[in-house]
């Protein structure tokens, strides 16, 4: 039975666009020039300058309303948990970059600091990030390599290796700022865009591959020299295997055992989320069990287990970055500062809708420049968010980013008091440490299945991204992905599926007419749809269809009536001569044959043919439509090569006396086909109308169907 719904009928007349404009004046708006949008740029006042400290402060918004006795606690135990995570993080994620572990303390501190003020995410935890370490751990390794001579780099004289390392990746990291900072201040934080969440996806579980192949020389305890480069990770693989045999069982045996505690405290965390008011901080306690069973049996002397070693005790003092490595390194910052961003916008939005708050993309961008900026000079690497570290900030009670500046404070308290706890901890532990929280990242493996199912072309975005990062390591990789998502977009757009539209009975709703029953298609009228701009790329595709939809080829039926016409003017001729009558030839208007591109005479031709009643010896194929529809209600743009060959597309309908609509044309496309002189003696403005059902009235009336027109004017809605 059907569903009884609330209906509206429509009284109107029917509209061309002409029509339209002659009932109804259109308001005359004056577009600004690029002079007074730059006059605009460069006036202030002081509302603006109030405005520009608050989108530049946006601590100065959040903190006038901060509720002190609300959000404290909350705060305060959140800054606690994170710090805690935050601090075990940058241990395990110093390794990923090639550094000594007390340098991942130092980007759990510095950067935050910034970010307090500058940032407009009030949940994200900024801090070290494990796929940024791996990106700066390419190029550290690329610079001063663990076997030959580094770089032929100024700077590194007088220093040893390990300082020749710091100084490439917080160099690295201070370019990576500078970008994000320029970015920031020329507002072009949209390029994240560009970073679809599959090509994401794919990038970041490649990610996770180099992570977890790079941290299984920690867990084996064996000696395997970092790679970089194409290929990296299978000669790293193959290396691995070939030392497999000098594996530290002492080393093996602990990794696997602290993997399966902190894995299945994790699965706990997980489930009882909404019962355990803060997640048990499962990395911080056995880090403290290692530290102290490490320490008790002397697993350095008697296993031979490779430990932290001696931590710096304090900060040292601030530093400039390396010019020479800026210039050896740009290639590699950039792609750093946008995966950077992205995957702290991407965090950050989340929790900001979750929220109900805003945030402002090219700000973050100046947030993460300064704070990335900031922390380099005092020798940290590469900063931004991961998402585990900030579900535990938010989870565990976090209103505003003075959970993050506490634990800031806690990674400070280590790094100046309590760091030298940590010198027996071993370095397998922070890599198996690592390998757990890849976790999330490793799992995404499980969209592919997903993708292919629901959109196959996302689905190879996914894998090509995925493939190229791991097999070409991750700077081209990211290019590789961005190449294959750009080329699907292209072809998206290229070869849009067009469809043929048919109006449901009793309605002013046109559908494909594949996908409904009983659906009324006037005889001699073709609605065409093409859901897509129309531009250079795709304007011969957008012809081929139409004559797929229509059934023939205008432009050979065009080259076929001009040879019959040749024909009958002779057969005419001779007729005269004979004295006999015209043959199937009645008196009508003068015709120009000038055919567009055919090879033909431009003789005007004193009469009309009746195409339809030729004589015996002249074949033309059949027209079977007298009206062709283009629906453009999805064009949102065209091009000026379009342009041209859309108007020859026309032309070629009009004179084989198919009469041609276009309905629902964008204002600011009929505002281009103007300016580009797009009208002339065959097309006219009088083609356009506001919606298809206006076009198809007007063609039934003008053609008299009086059954098909009473079919559609018998419209209740």
Known sequence: MATLRTQYVVNRPIYSEDSFAEDFEKVSRKHKTILGHLKDYVTWDSKRAKNLALRLLPIIGWLRTYRLREWLPGDVVSGISTGLVSIMQGLAFSLLAELPPIYGLYTAFFPMLTYFFFGTSRHISVGSF?????????????????????????????????????????????????FQLAMGIFQVGFIVVYLSDTLVSGFTTAAAVHILVSQLKFVLGIDVKGMTGVFSIIRTLEKIFTGITGTNICDLVMSIVIMVVVFLVKIVNDKYIAKLKVPIPIEAIMTVIACGVSYGFDFQNKFGVQVVGRMVSGYEPPSAPSVEVFQESALEAFPIAIVGFAVGFSVAKVYAIKHDYTIDGNQELIAFGISNMF???????????????????????GKTQVAGLISAMMAMIVTVALGFLLQPLPTSVLGALVIVNLKGMLMQFR?????????????????????????????????????????????????????????????????????YLHMYEPKGVKIFRIPSPIFFANIDFFREKLVEAVGFNPLRILRKRNKALRKIQKSQQKQKEQGLKDLAITNMAYVSTEMLQMPTDNKEIPFQVDWNELPANIIVPRVDIHSLILDFSAVSFLDISALKGLKMALKEFIRIDVNVYIVSCDVYIQEKLHSCMFFDNEIKTSMFFPTLHDALLDMLEKTRNDRGRSQLLNTKL
Do not use: H
């Not at 032929?152 to 201070?174: C, D, H, M, P």
């Not at 590789?480 to 709703?509: H, K, M, W, Y």
């Open 375 to 397: 922390g380099a000079s005092f020798r940290s690497f590469a900063a931004s968010t991961a998402l585990s570290r900030t579900a535990v900030q938010e989870s565990s009670g």
């Open 130 to 178: 494990p796929v940024l370490s791996l990106m700066v751990g390419a190029v550290v390794l690329r610079l001063v390599p663990n076997e030959g001579d580094p770089a032929n780099i100024s700077a590194f004289q007088g220093l040893n290796k390990t300082e020749q390392r710091v100084l490439v990746a917080y160099s690295v990291t201070f370019l990576m700022g500078i």
């Open 447 to 515: 969209e592919i299945p997903y993708l292919w199912r629901k959109d196959k072309p996302d689905c190879v975005v996914w894998v090509g991204t995925c493939l190229a990062s791991i097999l070409l390591g991750l700077d081209l990789g990211l290019a590789v992905g961005l190449g294959v998502e750009l080329l699907t977009v292209v072809f998206r757009t290229q070869f849009p599926r067009c469809s043929i539209l048919a109006n449901i009975p009793g309605t002013d709703l046109y559908k494909d007419r594949k996908d």
